[in-house]
């Protein structure tokens, strides 16, 4: 399967995956607005979900991933099926005592995380509550992110990319059916939403195993005290956990950040942290389906190039990914700065989502908007580094950038309150993708091929002409009042997406730019 295709297929699976996760931030904006209790939820969610960047798709796939690619290429397959059982076993016991302890801390955590909640002595009770029954949700996705690692090594991409559908499923049925029911049961109706998200992964781990299975790769966890000492001194094992160990700093890095920022929002105005939130989950489109996409593919092939020293092949791969990358990522950021209140309002603008947290939501949109090639590059940038096994770089970058990104919170947070909190992280994304940019040059791993100037000139260019369509269409049609006229409003913002994507696509083809070279490289 080419690069290309298989990144397609991804990005194809993945746009299903975002528009059942808009339709399910739709109906939990509808049903429950930017409250005191979706801001409960929010951090709830959250809460399991910065655990998951250790367990699942940070730090440990950083790791496994590679070693799994490089025991593949050269250690042949039955060292390589051991190994996945080795670390199968290993991570099965880490997560059952994570679990336990997480519900048991979920006080602690809460406060850790949004200390401002305690203005508000039912919104932290609510949240704690729903942290102990969504805790366990890591430990289903950590299995996933093992099971996905290798299908995706093994070429295997469309099962891993698909799985997330389901829990947006399941969050849908849950805010769309259960929680009607329980505030008919006089039970708070948020707590639905938690149903959603268990049920969601325990159907995620559930369509993995058939796809495991048909490769002979289904992991076997040993349950005996024997069978875990001997995964634990297996040299596979010991060589992930080796190059896990940098990769957990700079995760925890991220996530450090993340619990900063959500500590920061608690104590802004009732609703920043569901402001944020709705925002972020609008970044998850481009993001996702460029960036996510992007490192699912390349990781595996990185290493098994690193593996047999094709270093030719390694850097025509970071080359044809970046390419990409700007080709998508600048014009789908200029569409967030000049576009966010039409794209807010269509998507959201129903229900209890009142006009305030229409202009809320936009700004904050706006912010992660302006560093939205930084957030993207690093998907691919990164993975050049993980595939030397070279985690330690990438983790100096992520504590740098931590503290300039705190920095740029002192300055914009009392400016522009949550939405300087997007933008701190959208400025700091930028300063972190090109500092992995000039790392990767400097040690010769990545050399640009020819043409990179014109390039660039032809997609800022189109990229121009599309912002001035944008910006006629946001001040041209009362996106805002149309609230009582939905229809019409989706079909309006139907309309404007397809003569965009026709106008930037026609002016890049009038500046020369021939989109075939992505496939075919």
């Known amino acids: 399967m080419s690069l290309f295709k298989a990144a397609s297929t991804i990005s ?25 209790m979706t801001d409960a939820f929010n951090v709830a969610f959250r809460i399991p979900n910065l655990f998951r960047r250790l367990f699942a798709e940070g730090a440990f796939s950083q790791a496994f991933v590679p070693a799994l690619a490089h025991s593949k290429e050269r250690d042949g397959e039955e060292a390589t099926k051991r190994l996945i059982d080795s670390v199968a076993t290993i991570l099965a016991w ?43 949700y890591i430990g289903f996705m950590s299995l996933v992110a093992l099971a996905a690692g290798v299908l995706n090594t093994w070429k295997r991409f469309a099962v891993p990319a698909a799985t997330p559908v389901l829990l947006n499923i399941c969050m849908i049925l849950a805010a ?17 939403m938690a149903v959603g998200v268990m049920a ?28 875990v000492r001997t995964a634990w001194n297996d040299p596979g094992m010991r060589g992930v956990l080796r190059t896990m160990a940098p990769a957990l700093l700079g995760v925890g890095v991220a996530q450090i950040s993340l619990l900063i920022n959500t500590q920061i929002a608690s104590w802004l105005p009732q609703g920043s942290v569901s402001w944020l939130s709705y925002a972020d989950r609008l970044m998850e489109f481009p993001t996702a389906m460029l960036g996510v996409a992007l490192g699912a593919v390349l990781m595996p092939q990185l290493a098994s190039a690193r593996a047999t020293n094709d270093t030719e092949r390694y850097s025509a791969m970071l080359d044809w990914g970046l390419r990409l990358v700007l080709l998508l990522s600048v014009p789908s950021a200029v569409a967030l700065l000049v576009f966010s209140k039409p794209l807010v309002a269509t998507l959201f603008h129903y229900g209890a989502f009142q006009d ?11 912010g992660y908007g302006i560093g939205l090639l930084g957030l993207v590059a690093i998907k691919v940038l990164a993975p050049g580094f993980y595939a030397s096994r070279d985690m330690r ?5 992520a504590i740098v950038v931590l503290v300039l990104t705190q920095l740029m919170n002192i300055a914009l947070v009392p400016w522009l309150r949550h ?12 300063i972190n993708a090109g500092w992995l940019l000039v790392g990767l040059i400097r040690r010769g791993s990545y050399s640009p091929s020819a043409g990179w100037g014109l390039f660039a000139l032809q997609v800022f260019a189109a990229t121009a002409l599309l912002g001035v369509f944008l910006t006629w269409g ?29 106008i930037y696509f026609l002016a890049l083809a009038l500046a020369g730019v021939r989109l075939r070279q992505f496939v075919t490289r």
């Open 474 to 502: 946001a001040n041209s049609f009362p996106w805002v009042q149309w609230r009582a006229e939905p229809w019409l409003r989706a079909g309006a913002m139907a309309g404007m997406l397809a003569a965009s994507a026709a």
């Open 393 to 397: 770089t990438p983790v100096r970058i």
């Open 200 to 227: 969601g992964g325990v159907l995620q781990l559930a369509v993995q195993i058939p796809a495991l299975a048909r490769l002979g790769l289904f992991p076997r966890v040993g349950l005996a005290w024997s069978s």
């Open 94 to 136: 880490t997560l059952l005592l994570t679990c336990a302890i997480g519900v048991v801390a979920a006080p602690l955590l809460v406060y850790a995380l949004a200390s401002g909640f305690k203005k508000d002595p039912h919104a932290f009770d609510v949240a704690v509550t729903l942290t102990r029954f969504m805790f366990p």
């Open 176 to 192: 769309w059916l259960l929680a009607p029911w329980l505030e008919q049961q006089g039970i708070e109706p948020i707590f639905a």
């Open 356 to 366: 305030n947290d229409v202009r809320q939501v936009s700004l904050a949109l706006a």
């Open 419 to 430: 939405a300087g909190l997007a933008l701190s992280i959208g400025l700091g994304a930028l």
């Open 12 to 36: 194809v699976l993945t746009l299903a995956s975002r528009v059942t996760g808009l339709l399910r931030e739709f109906l939990i904006a509808a049903a429950f607005g930017a409250s005191a």
